[in-house]
T-cell receptor
Framework: QKEVEQNSGPLSVPEGAIASLNCTYS??????FFWYRQYSGKSPELIMF????GDKEDGRFTAQLNKASQYVSLLIRDSQPSDSATYLC???????????FGTGTRLQVFP | DAGITQSPRHKVTETGTPVTLRCHQT?????MYWYRQDPGHGLRLIHY???????DKGEVSDGYSVSRSKTEDFLLTLESATSSQTSVYFC??????????????FGDGTRLSIL
């Protein structure tokens, strides 16, 4: 069973701090990884994706991928209360158009 | 997002009745997906389509069927609804091209309650 694991949280950080969200995956053949943000009662919205080892930055967000350790992370710099949401990690395996989702990490940013 | 419209947005129905959910997209995306989302389980794939009339099962396909007669529409049918199918259903689409560059985009969801 191919799995994507996330700590359910909540992860609580103060406003202005860096929030670090982590994700591990079991399928070593996974090719690309996606981070989605989901506010309560809303649909998932794409934050960013990564498929090469290393870091990828987009504004306040940085995705990090370490394929050897089967580990993906999302860093949110200068966290704001509006970043409070559930963050979903998803992995796409080799030669497939299907995504496997983790159950999400709930982030709380307090003023 | 990505011009995806799900209908209805909310539905309450009774056990044993058939239910059809519709997903309509205006992006001409090749791939379409149906997920359900339940507390503690995250998003689980029900069925997906990789082209008109081309569909395949996901991990939780029992009790569901799908049809895609044209690129823009993907229908999910619960033949005889059960209370265990009470959930939030999301449709997603994905464009063609290199897989590593293609994220999925989600519709607003349908909240389905089966009494």
């Amino acid at each position: 069973q191919k799995e994507v694991e996330q700590n359910s949280g909540p992860l609580s950080v103060p406003e202005g701090a860096i929030a670090s969200l982590n994700c591990t995956y079991s399928d070593r053949g996974s090719q690309s990884f996606f981070w989605y943000r989901q506010y309560s009662g809303k649909s998932p919205e794409l934050i960013m994706f990564i498929y090469s080892n290393g870091d990828k930055e987009d504004g306040r967000f940085t995705a990090q991928l370490n394929k050897a350790s089967q580990y993906v992370s999302l860093l949110i710099r200068d966290s704001q209360p509006s970043d409070s949401a559930t963050y979903l990690c998803a992995a796409r395996g080799y030669n497939t158009d299907k995504l496997i989702f983790g159950t999400g990490t709930r982030l709380q940013v307090f003023p | 997002d990505a011009g995806i419209t799900q209908s209805p947005r909310h539905k309450v129905t009774e056990t044993g009745t058939p239910v059809t959910l519709r997903c309509h997209q205006t992006e001409n995306h090749r791939y379409m997906y149906w997920y359900r989302q339940d507390p503690g389980h995250g998003l689980r794939l029900i069925h997906y389509s990789y082209g008109v009339k081309d569909t395949d099962k996901g991990e939780v396909s029992d009790g569901y069927s799908v049809s895609r007669s044209k690129t823009e529409d993907f229908l999910l049918t619960l033949e005889s609804a059960t209370s265990s199918q009470t959930s939030v259903y999301f449709c997603a689409t994905q464009g063609g091209g290199a897989r590593e560059n293609q994220p999925q985009h989600f519709g607003d969801g349908t909240r389905l309650s089966i009494l």
